[in-house]
């Protein structure tokens, strides 16, 4: 959870090129499924969609890291892996991206049943939360966002792949 939340902060001071705008959403997306559902309802953890969202994250990472990992050690990364660190998304973030709705959508009883991260009124902050309202407002962030990020991500791979061609 730490290194997520670092690649927030790297992005806010400059240490890596990838811009808040484009690293929020995801890394964002990532901490509450894996704490806010995942973690805190394991009544999710048989479904289907656990599966696919694991597989998605992983290839993703696998070939980022490997991508960047390469280019770090020798100075550039083969061209067929900058082909798959610009093209994988095409299909990774569409089976993500489902596979995280899926589950906030599933968990959505088990939050109502036990009120997890519920504050009720009265209290002595005169506040009221309930965990399953913010988590349908996330479902709706994705309606904005999943379209944001898979166009910034098709934007990045026309530039990187006619970079790669010009050179």
């Known amino acids: 959870m730490a290194l997520l939340v670092a690649q927030i902060l790297h992005g806010l001071v400059g240490l890596v090129r990838s811009p808040v705008s484009a690293t ?29 969202l694991v597989i998605s994250w992983s290839i993703t990472e696998i070939i980022r890291y ?9 100075g550039f990364a ?7 660190r610009y093209s994988t998304f095409m299909v990774l973030y569409p ?13 959505l009883p088990y939050m109502k049943a036990t009120e997890k991260y519920c504050l009720r009124m009265p ?15 996330s479902l709706a962030v994705y309606v904005p966002g999943s379209p944001h990020m898979f166009t910034y991500m098709l934007a990045q791979r026309k530039k990187a792949l006619a970079k790669a061609k010009a050179a």
């Open 24 to 52: 929020l959403p995801q890394i964002g997306s990532r901490l509450f499924l894996t704490w806010g559902i995942l973690w805190s309802f394991p009544e999710t953890h048989s479904h289907i969609l656990v599966t696919s």
């Open 66 to 74: 490997s991508f960047f990992g390469m280019k770090e050690t020798f």
């Open 78 to 84: 083969p061209s067929w892996l900058l082909w798959l």
């Open 95 to 107: 089976t993500g991206i489902s596979s995280e709705v899926g589950l906030i959508y599933i968990a």
């Open 123 to 137: 209290n002595k902050w005169n506040f009221s939360f309930d965990f399953s309202y913010a988590s349908i407002l």
